[in-house]
């Protein structure tokens, strides 16, 4: 997560998550949800 935020990415940009490690799907879903909804407020568990 943090590698993410530390990105810089702005708003209307594109960023590509990939992993092949087990169970990347699910927590890929979860960050891609995350960043697409904007990380302004993180919910408690993320």
């Known amino acids: 997560m943090l590698?993410?935020?530390?990105?810089g990415a702005q708003g209307g940009e594109e960023i590509v998550l990939a992993s092949d490690a087990e169970g990347a799907d699910a927590a890929l879903d979860r960050l891609?949800?995350?960043v697409a909804e904007g990380l302004e407020e993180l919910p408690e568990t993320v």
């Open 32 to 34: 891609a949800k995350l």
């Open 3 to 7: 590698a993410v935020l530390g990105l």
